[in-house]
C-alpha cells in the first residue's frame, strides 16, 4: 500500500469568475470551447409528464442577490424514475434529470424548465414527496450548499426527509410557492431569519 500521508489537503476556495468561463462559457459569450454548454436542460422535446418552471434568486444575509450564483440540479422524471438507476428500463429517455443553472448577470434571477418529478421511493418503502435536489456555488461559498426544492401543490406532510426537519417552522424554506399554471418560485436565503434549510451530504 502506498503510504500518502504527505499529501496536504487542498484548501477550499470561495467560487469565483473562473468558475462559469469553465462551466458555462457560451453564456459569458466565450464560443468553440462546448457546441452547447453542458446541461443546459434536464429534458428533451418528448418529455412526459407536467412542464413547469422554477424561477427564483440566492441571496446572502445581508439581502443583496448574488448575480454570480451558479447551481446544479437533480431530479427524477415524472414516475420518480431517476436516469440511470432503473434496472427496469422504464425510466424517460426524454429526462437528463441534470441541469446547471446559472443567475442573470443583471437581475440575480435564475430560472429552471423541467419537467415536474414524481414521488421516489426511500429506503424503507415510504415515498419521498415531489423534489429537486440542488447544488450551489458562488462568491463567498467555501463549501457547495445542498438543498431541496418541493413544491407546495404536492402532499409533503408524509415525506419522511422534510419529516426529519427538526424547527418545523423552516420547511417552508424548502416549498416552492405557486405564481401561475406550471410556474413556481423558490428564492434562496443564505443567512439570516429566513435561511433556507441545507443538508449535509
Keep these: 500500500m502506498q503510504d500518502l500521508d504527505y499529501l496536504k489537503e487542498t484548501p477550499s476556495q470561495t467560487g469565483g469568475p473562473y468558475v462559469h468561463i469553465g462551466l458555462t462559457p457560451n453564456k459569458?459569450?466565450?464560443e468553440g470551447i462546448y457546441p452547447v454548454d453542458l446541461g443546459e436542460s434536464p429534458i428533451r422535446d418528448?418529455?412526459?409528464g407536467e412542464i413547469?418552471?422554477?424561477t427564483g434568486t440566492v441571496s446572502d444575509g445581508a439581502g443583496m442577490v448574488m448575480r454570480d450564483a451558479l447551481m446544479e440540479s437533480w431530479q427524477a422524471d415524472a414516475a420518480g424514475i431517476y436516469p440511470g438507476n432503473d434496472p427496469r428500463g422504464a425510466a424517460d429517455p426524454n429526462v437528463t434529470g441534470w441541469a446547471r443553472i446559472i443567475a442573470d448577470f443583471d437581475s440575480g434571477e435564475w430560472v429552471l424548465k423541467t419537467v415536474k418529478p414524481g414521488r421516489v421511493?426511500?429506503?424503507?418503502?415510504r415515498m419521498m414527496a415531489p423534489h429537486i435536489?440542488?447544488?450551489i456555488v458562488a462568491r463567498g461559498i467555501n463549501l457547495a450548499l445542498q438543498t431541496r426544492i418541493y413544491f407546495e401543490d404536492e402532499d409533503n406532510e408524509a415525506c419522511p426527509v422534510l419529516q426529519r426537519i427538526?424547527?418545523?417552522a423552516r420547511v417552508t424554506t424548502l416549498i416552492a410557492k405557486k405564481s401561475g399554471a406550471g410556474q413556481y418560485r423558490f428564492d434562496i436565503v443564505l443567512q439570516g431569519?429566513?435561511?433556507?434549510v441545507f443538508f449535509d451530504i
Excluded: M, Q
Design 28 to 30: 459569458l459569450g466565450i
Design 46 to 48: 418528448g418529455a412526459k
Design 52 to 54: 413547469v418552471t422554477i
Design 121 to 125: 421511493p426511500f429506503p424503507d418503502g
Design 133 to 135: 435536489s440542488l447544488w
Design 166 to 168: 427538526e424547527h418545523r
Design 193 to 196: 431569519d429566513n435561511e433556507t
